[in-house]
């Protein structure tokens, strides 16, 4: 479903991601795992095309996205929630969700969608009308996974979903994730919480300074004690 | 590795320095950009037939900028005298007759600008003489330059007396000076109904407008009105309702406005607004001019405006005009509409020239200064004659009415007046 | 203070407060999305307001009717205006904007100038000047009606921030750009949007400012500057936070001009420069465009 | 530069690079010959008045960019209220030869300390503004400050405004006020290299590149914003105290006007702000491009029109002024020219 | 034997809005050692740094330097008094060459009061060199790549000659090989005297150089102690790896 083959991206002058290769399949959730600045969220930022790569190339069913505008790639039907959440402070729970459908013609399915969120994260429905900003972190956090949901990805991309959360609310919306993977979306998680992101993977690549230096099935990696090492760096 | 260092400063010297040498070289004719505008009635043979005698004056002018529209009036009437005194081959000096010439520059309605091209003017065009730009402030930056060239500049636009507290002289004004503006409309008024008590003065806050307002407040109290009101608003107010609504809690029979063309129409605007009616409107600079009514439509009647010269004035002169009449004919058969009086007197300035360089029978800028300063002449316009600090105190202030037929008439003096002043002004609930 | 200036004041300062949003409203959501400083929007103004004298003037079309037209073109130009010269230095340091649309009004009004002359406009239509007494005070038909449909215009504006999509994505961008990416959010044209929306919005004030006030094409400048201070008072990016620093901004407007009317503008500029020092931002902190 | 150059000078400054890196020797040369120039140029044959005048003009807009530059090309901060000084130095020396009677030299010192210290008073609270909001108060300010002159008439004669003595001898005024002018741009161009040379200077520019860093550093940034926005002050104020003596009358309306703010910016920006010798050079940049503009070309009436779209073209394509190209940090190309709108649109 | 404390915190808090980024920390720091901070994201380390270093104002609770109560200092006073930092997003002065970005740190720091610019400049080629970069030391830093800046960022704090020194993530997005470059610098610093406060992602430099390790999370204190022990501090692992790895990784290790 998206090949990535010798990807490099660069900010300027740094390199940050060096020849990335990586490979999701349809239905497959897919976990990257990397200390922190390794290029995670650069990778991310990527493929959603908020970033242009230096060379290499993303395929996405089949289609060359590298460099394509983020409205063409959301169109196509790669979704992102940002890590630190970029929720439109000002604006009201329900506008934010709603701007996830922004794309979408199909005002049926959009409701639907809206209702399924709602039913994901009661806890929106209740705040439907208050200003994201007032949010305490964890809804925040539920707002923008339900704002990425709405888009209807094919593939939907998620970064750091625990950050800065207590575990409680963690699990809670991880539970949500779950539900969402089992209706048979094709998720690409990026996460911390090393467990966390195994657990819910099928698969999953290490990310190191901007080199991918493992992969393989999730309950592999999971075993593996260099897990630890390639993560605390110990 | 510098080549083009050099060669970029190289062209930054050699075009500062060709600036210097083109502009200053006497050789090369004089550059023929579009701000300046030469005008001259005579061709190559004529002027090969008798001795080469030319006079060339100077001015600039605001062309551009804020006043634009002013100076436009005032280059008219430089140029239609430049015409017609060539018609006559020019202006006598002595036993011959000198041709005359016009150099004119845009100074963009800036002061800086303005005081820079007299500066060209003398120093590198070696005008004979200078002409006024428009406005006092202008006026004020180059009489500065004229004096320190000594080179006589008599202007026609600048009123503020404070041009002439410098104990100047190479500077004259042919116009009125501002405190006397609103004495005819105050004048005017008494004149009509002996039993107007109250005045109320608004002043655009500018050094000519407090001057107009000065005199105007000392006159009416030595006439005897109690001056009720008295306030500045900013120049370029964009909304004087506040002044509006103060001067009509006051009640005033009388509402005289001291300032220009636009703030006149903005008062006029805003008290129609806010339902100030006085018994009288009249300003020193605005109801004259055709944009008032074009601006205001039906709502400039009664309005009387302050002039320093009407066409339908009973002057009578042996000068290339004659009368008010005749200038205006001439006017309207050149430029196509009624002269406004800054193109009167602009004329006027250089009719003094004229009359002081056949005195002195020379083109000499200090005899021709001094049968300036000793002028007594009768022309067009009226009194041509200067005090001594240059400016002329010796001639009235004519008071024209806008009418209720959508004519300009004037209706003061009395002996000039070709209409009644309409009288009183009639409220506006009741149109 | 005598009663009349008192009561004629406060319905003057209301009047006032109506237009004064509507060009603050456009001057703030320019700078609220795209971060600049649009100190050409005086100079759309000023265009707004000759489309709706020239149209009254040659055609004899109502100015009121005229709102719509000038609207309309003023919004195609300040789309091209943004897309194709804005945007090349959207997001170049404050004063390369700064200095870009300073620029761009000299040329405006210098061409204004140079077609259709400095002198003073007025629009004059046969009900101009008309108006109703409340006891001693007067209220302007004409100023009464710019104030409505200034509201109007207002409220549409806050009905198309608030409930379409176009207005969502609007307001999404001047929140967090990259979020508004991933939601799809084209933003080029979500930014010439906005601009074209604050160039009609100026257009529609000239239009409604030129049936009260004389016109001349250097009467712009004075309102960028208005708006500026609104903006500041009222904080930037909420439509009421706005309308709350116009009606503030109209009141020390009108009644420094009633008891220092040679200094009404040091006054509210100076208040400006308190209200900062007080508070570094604005009054109110940063809300968005609801 | 070559190597063996590089060798031979271990201590490069760079923050003299400004104009002069790897190719001093020229520039410099270049330079002394023009202010040489600048020097004997009133007892040249074709020196006439108006060349006096617009001479002095351009220099005193040198001088008062070279001050901008403190606050808005070393410092970071978009200063567009500096004609509030100017103002503040010409009504200074016009009200201390007027009212105290005082000579012209101790009443210009008189209006440059009034413009430096109202500076200062000001300086403290709004250089703690940044941005837009920075901007907008030094415009608000300075607009004040002129209407406020213009109407406080028991003081500043309001709106009639103050008039000045002449110099005397009047014949002399020409040059006496190019050499004063020209006097100040210069001493302007050595205070500049003065304080680059000083910790003021380092800590000016580390406030631009990063005031947090330059506080964490040890550095009163305050004091420093102050100084900057002071030391602009004290050249816009010696400015405006020469231009007041100069044109012998101080109206608000004349010496308050936002253009002037306008120019020195431009003056600075077209020669390249942060540098020595940018604003001095884009003065006359500037200066030489308005005068061809409205004496030697057909523009008629629409010459701010095409100053305007010189802005225009200068803020896409090169706002960092020329003194990149004329230095040969940067080849005058086509991509560079684009490169500028590659970096800044969205 | 007890130790000087260099600095030390009081029940330092600091809340944006009602949010508490730090909570009623108490730090002890003792001259001449390297401490380690560490803390998973969001824990509130360079908050912390920034409420001691005068870059934030403290909410409540109090620093104390040398014996002086510096709460509430402006920044410029605690850098001058010794306290110098680096930032985790780098903030080189572009605008300066790598040799004028350190010299201002020589200019205005600890011991800036006595030297003049040349001096400064003359003084900085010292640590240019024992940061590795004198071949670039004429670079403009904008043309610098994030390792340099990382070392530039070292280098200007070094220069102001501190007694205590701040680290924020210098080795966040470092490659191994220059990690151990980097640590080795970090032990060659400590043994100019200068006491350091390492705030590090990257564990295996804390474990590395530090003699102590505190960590926060959630803006509180989690643990303290000598780095081994802290990094196998069940509550220490479960905050970076979460609860359920540290089961079954300890369950791995006691099955191992």
């Known amino acids: 479903m998206l090949k990535i083959t010798d990807l490099n991206v660069a900010y300027g002058e740094v390199q940050v991601l060096w020849d990335v290769n990586m490979e999701i399949h349809e239905s497959e959730v897919v976990a990257l795992i990397g200390a922190n600045g390794a290029g995670k969220s650069t990778l991310l930022y990527t493929i959603s095309g908020l970033l242009k790569p230096k060379s290499g190339s993303i395929q996405f069913n089949g289609t060359e996205i590298a460099g394509l505008p983020a409205d063409e790639i959301l169109r196509l039907g790669i979704g992102q929630v940002p890590q630190g959440r970029h929720l439109f402070a000002g604006m009201t729970v329900k506008e934010n969700i709603m701007m996830g459908a922004y794309l979408r013609k199909d005002k049926q399915k959009v409701k639907e969608d809206f209702d399924f969120v709602l039913d994901l994260f009661p806890r929106m429905g209740e705040r439907l009308n208050q200003p994201a900003g007032s949010l305490s972190g964890g809804e925040q956090q539920m707002c923008a996974v339900a704002r990425g949901l709405m888009a209807a990805p094919k593939l939907l991309l998620v970064d750091e979903l625990s950050l800065g959360l207590a575990p409680l609310v963690v699990e809670n919306i991880y539970n949500a994730v779950e539900k969402v993977i089992q209706r048979g979306m094709t998720v690409l998680i990026v996460e911390q919480d090393v467990f966390l992101a195994l657990e819910q993977a099928d698969r999953a690549y290490v990310l190191d300074v901007g080199r991918i230096v493992m992969s393989g099935p999730a309950d592999e990696l999971m075993e593996n004690p260099r897990i630890k090492e390639a993560y605390l760096g110990i | 590795m510098s080549k083009r260092v050099l060669v970029l400063l190289v062209v930054l010297l050699v075009a500062a320095m060709a600036l210097a040498a083109c502009g200053g070289s006497q050789a090369t004719p004089a550059p023929s950009g579009g701000e300046e505008q030469s005008t001259s009635g005579t061709t190559e043979e004529q002027a090969s037939t008798e001795e080469a005698c030319k006079v060339v004056f100077g001015a600039a002018v605001s062309l551009t900028g804020k006043y634009a529209k002013e100076g436009e009036y005032v280059k008219n009437g430089y140029e239609l005298y430049v015409e017609e005194i060539n018609k006559q081959d020019g202006i006598p000096v002595g036993d011959k007759k000198c041709m005359v010439e016009l150099k004119i520059y845009d100074d963009e309605s800036n002061a800086d600008r303005s005081a820079q091209l007299v500066e060209k003017l003398i120093t590198e065009d070696h005008v004979t003489f200078l002409l006024g730009p428009y406005g006092s402030g202008n006026t004020f930056a180059t009489t500065a330059i004229a004096e320190k060239y000594k080179v006589p500049m008599v202007e026609a636009n600048g009123a503020a007396t404070k041009i002439f507290n410098r104990g100047f002289k190479y500077s004259f004004a042919v116009l009125s000076p501002a405190p006397n503006y609103l004495r005819g409309i105050i004048d005017m008024a008494l004149d009509k109904d002996p039993n107007l008590k109250t005045v109320a003065i608004v002043i655009e806050n500018g050094a000519f407008a407090l001057e107009v307002a000065q005199g105007a407040k000392d006159y009416a109290e030595e006439k005897g009105l109690e001056v009720v009101y008295f306030d500045k608003y900013a120049k370029a107010a964009k909304d004087v309702s506040s002044l509006i609504t103060a001067m009509k809690s006051k009640n005033p029979d009388i509402v005289l406005g001291a300032g220009h063309l636009q703030d006149t129409i903005l008062v006029m605007k805003q008290s129609k607004d806010l339902g100030l009616s006085p018994k009288v409107f009249g300003f020193s600079v605005g109801p004259t001019s055709p944009e008032f009514r074009k601006a205001l439509g039906k709502d400039a009647d009664y309005v009387v405006g302050a002039a320093q010269w009407t066409p339908e004035l009973k002057y009578k002169s042996d000068d290339i005009f004659g009368t008010p009449q005749h200038f205006t004919e001439l006017y309207k058969a050149k430029y196509g509409e009624i002269p406004p009086y800054q193109a009167a007197e602009s004329a006027a300035a250089l009719i003094a020239y004229q009359k002081a360089i056949e005195a002195a029978g020379s083109l000499d800028k200090d005899k021709v200064r001094d049968a300036l300063a000793a002028l007594d002449y009768d022309s067009f316009y009226g009194k041509l004659k200067f005090n001594e600090q240059g400016m002329n105190v010796y001639k009235p202030m004519a008071v024209m009415q806008n009418y209720t037929d959508g004519g300009l008439y004037t209706v003061w003096p009395k002996e000039a007046a070709v209409k009644e002043f309409l009288y009183p002004f009639k409220p506006w609930d009741e149109r | 203070m005598e009663s009349l200036q008192f009561t004629q004041g406060i319905v003057n300062a209301i009047l006032l407060s109506g237009t004064l949003a509507l060009v603050a409203i456009g001057f703030s959501i320019v700078w609220g999305i795209l971060n600049i400083i649009n100190l050409a929007h005086g100079a759309f103004l000023m265009v707004g307001a000759y489309i709706t004298y020239w149209l009254f003037t040659l055609y004899g079309i109502d100015p009121f009717l005229s709102l719509p037209i000038s609207m309309a073109i003023m919004f195609v130009v300040g789309y091209l205006v943004q897309r194709y010269l804005i945007n090349m230095v959207i997001r170049a340091p404050l004063l390369v904007t700064f200095l870009l649309t300073f620029a761009l009004e000299i040329v405006i009004i210098n061409l204004a100038t140079f077609f259709w002359k400095g002198d003073l406009r007025s629009v004059t239509p046969d009900y101009a000047g008309l108006g109703f007494s409340l006891g001693n005070v007067q209220v302007p038909y004409v100023r009464l009606a710019a104030f409505f449909i200034s509201l109007i215009l207002t409220g549409l504006l806050h009905v198309f921030m608030t409930y379409t999509k176009t207005g969502n994505a609007i307001r999404a961008t001047g929140m967090d750009i990259d979020a508004a990416r991933l939601q799809g959010v084209r933003i080029p044209q979500t930014y010439a949007l906005t601009y074209a929306l604050g160039t009609a919005l100026a257009a529609g004030a000239g239009t409604l400012i030129s049936i009260s006030f004389p016109i001349d094409p250097t009467m712009g400048g004075a309102y960028t500057l208005r708006a500026f201070v609104i903006c500041v008072l009222g904080g930037l990016g909420s439509i009421p936070g706005v309308m709350m620093g116009s009606v503030v901004f109209a009141f020390i407007e009108v009644f420094s001009g009633i008891w220092f009317p040679s200094l009404k503008d040091a006054i509210a500029l100076l208040v400006l420069v308190l209200v900062l020092i007080v508070r570094p931002s604005g009054i109110a902190g940063k809300a968005f465009y609801h | ?346 | 034997m007890e130790r000087e404390i260099l600095l030390e915190t009081h029940e330092a808090t600091k809340h944006f809005g009602g949010l508490a980024a730090v909570e009623k920390v108490n730090m002890k720091i003792y001259r001449g050692e390297i401490l380690g901070l560490i803390g998973p994201n969001g824990a509130g380390k360079t908050t912390f740094v920034n409420i001691i270093t005068g870059m934030l104002p403290i909410t409540s609770g109090k620093v104390i330097f040398k014996g002086t109560d510096i709460t509430g200092w402006p920044a410029y006073r605690i850098g001058r008094l010794g306290i110098a930092r680096t930032f985790q997003i780098v903030k080189p002065f572009r605008g300066m060459t790598v040799r004028e970005n350190v010299a201002v740190g020589a200019m205005f720091g600890h011991k800036g009061q006595t030297r003049s610019p040349r001096e400064a400049l003359e003084h900085v080629d010292e640590i240019i060199e024992f940061v590795g970069m004198s071949d670039l030391r004429d670079k403009h830093a904008d043309q610098l790549t994030l390792p340099y800046l990382k070392r530039l960022e070292l280098a200007k704090a070094l220069a102001m000659d501190p007694e205590l020194l701040f680290l924020d993530e210098v080795m966040a997005g470092l490659n191994t090989k220059e990690i151990e470059a980097a640590m080795e610098l970090v032990r060659k610093i400590n043994a100019r005297g200068i006491t350091i406060l390492v705030i590090e992602h990257v564990m295996k430099a804390i474990v590395g150089v530090t003699e102590r390790v505190f960590v926060l999370n959630f803006g509180q204190e989690l643990a303290q102690g000598k780095p081994e022990e802290v990094l196998n501090n069940p509550a220490v692992i479960k905050a970076y790896l979460g609860e359920k790895f540290v089961q079954r990784f300890f369950r791995q290790q006691q099955a191992a």
């Open chain 4, 1 to 346: 530069m070559s190597d063996r150059e590089k060798k031979k000078a271990p201590l490069q400054y760079s923050l003299f690079d400004g104009l002069f890196q790897g190719r001093q020797g020229v520039l410099l040369g270049l330079f002394t010959l023009f202010l040489i120039f600048l020097a004997i140029f009133p007892f040249l044959s074709f020196a006439s008045g108006f060349w006096l005048n617009t001479l002095t003009l351009i220099l005193l807009l040198a001088a008062m960019a070279i001050g901008w530059n403190f606050i808005g090309g070393y410092t970071g901060y978009a200063a567009f209220g500096n004609v509030a000084f100017f103002g503040f130095g010409a009504y200074g020396t016009g009200l201390s030869m007027t009212k105290l009677g005082l000579s012209f030299f101790p009443s210009l010192l008189i209006g440059a300390l009034a413009a430096m210290l109202f500076a200062i008073v000001m300086g403290l609270p709004i250089l703690r503004l940044k941005g837009h909001y920075f901007a907008i108060a030094t415009v608000a300010i300075a607009t004040a400050m002129g209407e406020i002159a213009d109407s406080w008439t028991s003081f500043t004669g309001g709106a009639a405004g103050i008039t000045l003595p002449f110099f005397d001898p009047i014949e002399w005024s020409g040059q006496f006020f190019y050499y004063m002018s020209l006097l100040l741009a210069v001493g302007g161009l050595l205070l500049t290299w003065f304080i680059l040379n000083r910790k003021m200077g380092y800590s000016w520019i580390a406030i631009r590149e990063d005031e947090d860093a330059a506080n964490m550093m040890g550095i009163n940034t305050t004091w420093a914003k102050v100084m900057a926005f002071a030391l602009s002050a004290l050249m816009a104020g010696l400015a405006g105290g020469i231009y007041a003596y100069w044109k012998t009358f101080v109206l608000a309306e004349e010496v308050f006007k936002i253009e002037y703010t306008l120019q020195m910016i431009l003056a600075a920006v077209l020669g390249g702000t942060g540098t020595i010798f940018g604003p001095f050079i884009g003065a006359f940049i500037y200066y030489i491009l308005i005068t061809l503009l409205v004496f030697f070309l057909p523009v008629g009436q629409l010459h701010a029109t095409i100053l305007g779209t010189i802005i225009i073209l200068v803020m896409v394509f090169t706002p960092k002024g020329l003194m990149d190209f004329i230095s040969g940090r940067k080849k005058i190309s086509i991509n560079s020219l684009l490169e500028n709108i590659r970096t800044y649109r969205v």
